[in-house]
């Protein structure tokens, strides 16, 4: 089975960093990939980053320059590197990962998810 174990959430100073890991434990598909989501109260939960296997990396708009997503394949981790955070980026942080199920006879994707750390970022 997956599991998702995610560390590093905290509340910060607006111009601070964080940095979010996610352990990985189980089979992910590589065509999926993996990444970070974020939830705020009373917004919908919006995609950040993703990774996928080859490396291809994917941002959303308003955090590009500031986020870094990567992986390290010999500890099975997932990282989210944050840096000048803002207040906008106040939200609970999801670990993503893909996987592949079979399902009535078709091979599925099947999205497997964290337990959520909590970011928060003062002004």
């Known amino acids: 089975q997956v599991q998702l174990v995610e560390s590093g959430g905290g509340s910060v100073q607006a111009g601070g960093s964080l940095k979010l890991s996610c352990a990985v434990s189980g089979y992910i598909s590589s065509r999926c990939g993996m990444g970070w989501y974020r939830q705020a109260p009373g917004k919908e939960r919006e995609l950040v980053a993703t990774?996928?296997?080859?490396?291809?990396?994917n941002y959303k708009d308003s955090v590009k320059g500031r986020v870094t997503i990567s992986q390290d394949n010999a500890k099975n981790t997932l990282y989210l590197q944050m840096n000048s955070l803002k207040t906008e980026d106040t939200a609970v942080y999801y670990c993503?990962?893909?996987?592949?199920?079979?399902?009535?006879?078709?091979?599925?994707?099947?999205?497997?998810w964290g337990q959520g750390t909590q970011v928060t970022v003062s002004s």
């Open positions: 993503w990962a893909c996987g592949i199920i079979v399902r009535n006879g078709l091979k599925v994707p099947y999205n497997y």
């Open positions: 990774i996928r296997g080859d490396g291809t990396t």
